[in-house]
Structures are given as C-alpha cells and as structure tokens.
C-alpha cells in the first residue's frame, strides 16, 4: 500500500540555519502531497500542499517540491527561528472507500536552539 | 470560522474500562476523520464518515472501538474495554467533502488517553 517515510528525528538546530527534512513517498496512483505541523500542545495544522508534478508548496517561509521523478517532497527554510520548534509530518492522501484520508510518516521533531 | 472542538483534552483511566471521546466538526463539512496518533509515531486513519454514514471503517478494531455521527455533525468515538495499548492522542478532523484529493483536512487539538 501506499507510504511515507521520513527523515528520523531529532533535528537540532541554531537559530537562523538552513532546515531540510527528508520525505519520500510510494504509491500506486497520484497522490496530492502535504506537510503538517504540530506545536507543541496544540492540534495538527497544514503548512503547505502540493498537487501534481514540479508543483511548489509554501508558507511561512517553508518550502516543498512535489518530485515525481524522485518520489520526493522535502521540507526546507533558508533560516530557521525558535518559533519553528514543532514536530513535522509529511503526509499524502490515500483513497478510502469513499473519497480521501490522510496517510502520515512518523514525524520529524525540530528544535531550533537561540 | 470556529475550528474543530474535542473533548475531553485529557483522559486517565483504567485498563477494562470504558471512555468516550467527542467531536464537533467545522460547519458544513460533510467529511469527519477519527485518527489514532501512538507516541512517535504519526496519525493513523480509524474511521471516516460523510454525513452521518461510515464510508471506512477498515482499521477500527471493532471489538473493542465503535463511532458514531448523528445527524451528520458531532461524533462520538467509544472504547469499551480499554488496553494499554490504546494509550494514544485521539485526533478528530474534518472536511468540505471526501472527493477532492488535495482538500485540506482540519484537526482539532486532539484528546491523548492513557491507559494504566
């Protein structure tokens, strides 16, 4: 079936650096792509979302390119701030029986130290 | 617009026992998702509905796991009896409808039970 699997975490690092975390999917058909985000004691929220080929999710200074070639969405951000210390999901959507539902890899926790 | 509201947000009890997790979606979404996030790892699909109607129930251990969604808007999602292994964050979302692929799903804060 399908999957996404996602870079281990925990990532470390400094105010201001360059962020990069790997995403890599396998499915049988076309999904759309997202990344969520989930601060700390709060709900999952969408950042950003793709839904075909060389499309370029972004927001709040992240960024993603749906690769079909390299079945790939990678999360980056050219200079990371503590505020970004959440944990990160990539996820695609999968078909149901009726219509949509998520399907997650396991989370990437960020921390961005001052 | 209001997000979508869970409650209770904490839930302790025993194992063999039951508890009860509510769900109130954004309005006018016909879609809602339960999903089970175990520590570490990420959300995995239970149940989902369109209106009041289950459209996929294949992962919900149904021995032990029932849901339901009246009249098409709240839903409820009850274990009866728990184990420890349903230690989790319980996680409601919902959508305009199910037929979009890149919709966005809206997630409510969750409800985490742990199970002693």
């Known amino acids: 079936g399908d999957s996404v699997t996602q870079m281990e975490g925990p990532v470390t690092l400094s105010e201001e650096a360059f962020l990069t975390i790997n995403c890599t999917y396998t499915?049988?058909?076309?999904?759309?792509l997202f990344w969520y985000v989930q601060y700390p004691g709060e709900g999952l929220q969408l950042l950003l979302k793709a839904t075909k080929a060389d499309d370029k999710g972004s927001n709040k200074g992240f960024e993603a390119t749906y690769r079909k070639e390299t079945t790939s969405f990678h999360l980056e951000k050219g200079s990371v701030q503590v505020s970004d210390s959440a944990v990160y999901f990539c996820a695609l959507s999968d078909r149901t029986n009726s219509g949509y539902a998520l399907n997650f890899g396991k989370g990437t926790s960020l921390l961005v130290t001052p | 617009e209001a997000g979508v509201a869970q409650s209770p947000r904490y839930k302790i009890i025993e194992k063999r026992q039951s508890v009860a997790f509510w769900c109130n979606p954004i309005?006018?979404?016909?879609?809602l998702y339960w999903y089970q996030q175990i520590l570490g790892q990420g959300p995995k699909l239970l149940i989902q509905f369109q209106n009041n109607g289950v459209v996929d129930d294949s992962q919900l251990p149904k021995d032990r796991f029932s849901a339901e969604r009246l009249k098409g808007v709240d839903s409820t999602l009850k274990i009866q009896p728990a184990k420890l292994e349903d230690s989790a964050v319980y996680l409601c979302?919902?959508?305009?409808?199910?037929?979009?692929?890149?919709?966005?799903?809206?997630f409510g804060p969750g409800t985490r039970l742990t199970v002693l």
């Open positions: 309005s006018g979404h016909a879609t």
């Open positions: 499915a049988t058909g076309y999904p759309s």
């Open positions: 979302a919902s959508r305009v409808e199910p037929g979009r692929r890149a919709d966005t799903q809206y």
